[in-house]
């Protein structure tokens, strides 16, 4: 085991290289001729206004060139959903049929008599193995690839020490999480799944809740919005809602990327309206706002409490299909891999090769039911910002990376938001049953 580490530490100075080559090369992002502010003639409000002549002049304000190429990025993430599963089941299988997952846990034991201190050294050692056997897909999904598309500002070493705190956030909560469920199923042998899939939400939650306050300023700097005129349209529309908000807060995500994003997250006191610094530097004030009532669309239509619950059930299905599971693949191969039962920490690779099995199967039905939420939060955004021009904006923003026109199976299968085309001309259709809006905000006040 110690000679395979050797042989893949040496290949790790020859990626840095790669990488480093790879990102010198990158293309920035094609930008569109014209400007996305303006709204096109088709778009303007008139008796003659027709959706899907409004929705074909935004789409046409996008280069041929950017839609080429963001079609190439965003289809060539299908097969890395293929690659990363295959990926990731090799090393599982690695991990166990050579035995290393059982020499890992001989390791722990020799060091602590203690059950818990053993499972938790026994994570740090699978953590780190994995982590290295999976890096160089890993350097080539999180940095090459995304440089090569223009789409992240990191440097390798800056990119690798984000790498580094992601690695201890996962020891930590993932040990943590280790440590609990093992204890579970070494005191409940016949009913660990139930209790498992219990704590496995529970700890779900917790992340949820303490992810915008304790976990993100781990990666970014996070600090209160001062500029009135952003944050007081913002807050109007939270309180016009009933969102419990009095600061905006936005983060340096420009840092690592050039994706423009926002977010309203938490519960309780960790709830905090968010946006990054590429929104408020390429957005437009209506652009901004249409973006934020989104974000504001899922808090009040309860898409966090409504996903945890439909997590919850995928959990104890996945926990039901791990119990039957591991136990059929320990009697057909328990002894050959020197796992000796479920409580064992060695069981571990076996578990995530049938969690990823699972979740690569489940890929349509995971996103389907992002998607439809997406779709619920775009209507309220739509009421809440009167903004429909502004979405428009955000959807070209978004093809730097997204495909705009897939076909209805692609998107059912790989699409977790609806389509930039789906999203202008939904905001088109909202803006065309609410022309009188626009009409009298074009037309200035008599003067007597």
Not at 173 to 201: D, H, N, P, Q, Y
Not at 229 to 244: E, F, Q, R
Not at 335 to 357: C, H, K, N, Q, Y
Not at 379 to 398: S, T, V
Request: charged share 15%.
């Amino acid at each position: 085991m110690e000679r395979h580490l050797r042989s893949i530490a040496l290949l790790l100075p020859f990626l840095v290289l790669f990488a480093g080559f790879s990102s010198a090369h990158a293309q920035p992002a094609i930008q569109p001729t014209v400007d996305i502010t303006q709204v096109p003639a088709a778009a303007q409000p008139s008796a003659q206004f027709n959706v899907d002549a409004a929705t074909e002049a935004y789409m046409a304000m996008i280069p041929p060139a950017a839609t080429a190429r963001s079609d190439a990025y965003f289809e060539g993430g299908y097969w890395l959903i293929l690659w990363d599963f295959l990926y990731a089941s090799a090393i599982c299988l690695l991990l166990l049929n050579l035995r290393w997952s059982a020499r890992m846990r001989d390791l722990a034991e020799r060091i602590s008599r203690f059950k818990p201190v053993q499972t938790f050294i026994y994570w740090l050692q699978y953590l780190l193995l994995s982590y290295v056997l999976g890096f160089p897909l890993e350097v080539y999904e999180g940095f090459v690839r995304e440089h090569k598309y223009g789409l992240a500002t990191q440097t390798f070493g800056p990119w690798m020490g984000d790498e580094g705190k992601a690695i201890l956030v996962n020891l930590v909560l993932g040990g943590l999480a280790a440590v609990l469920l093992f204890a579970i199923v070494r005191r409940l042998t016949k009913s660990w799944w139930i209790w498992g899939s219990i704590a496995a939400f529970v700890l779900a939650v917790v992340a949820v809740a303490i992810g915008p306050v304790y976990l993100q300023p781990i990666f970014n700097k996070v600090t209160r919005l001062n500029d009135p005129k952003i944050t007081v349209p913002i807050l109007s529309m939270a309180h016009a809602n009933l969102i419990p908000a009095n600061d905006v807060y936005q983060i340096d995500a420009s840092r690592q990327t050039t994706r423009m994003s926002a977010n309203v997250s938490g519960f309780a006191n960790t709830m905090r309206i968010t946006l990054n610094d590429n929104l408020l530097r390429r957005g437009s004030p209506e652009e901004i706002q249409a973006v934020m009532g989104h974000e504001m669309g899922h808090y009040v239509l309860n898409h966090i409490p409504k996903f945890l619950f439909f997590l919850m059930v995928v959990i104890v299905v996945s926990f039901a299909y791990l119990y039957w599971g591991l136990g059929w693949a320990l009697k057909r191969w328990g002894t050959r891999w020197e796992i000796r039962d479920v409580s064992d920490p060695a069981v571990l690779p076996l578990a995530a090769l049938m969690f990823g099995v699972l979740f690569f199967v489940l890929t349509p039905v995971m996103n389907t039911v992002t998607r439809m939420q997406e779709k619920e939060a775009d209507m309220f955004g739509y009421n809440a910002a009167r903004q429909p021009d502004g979405f428009a904006q955000a959807a070209i923003h978004l093809s730097e990376y997204r495909k705009m026109r897939p076909g209805p199976l692609e998107e059912w299968i790989f699409f977790d938001h609806p389509s930039g085309y789906d999203r202008i001309h939904s905001a088109m259709v909202w803006k065309g049953e609410n022309l009188e809006l626009f009409q009298k905000a074009a037309c200035p006040p008599a003067v007597h």
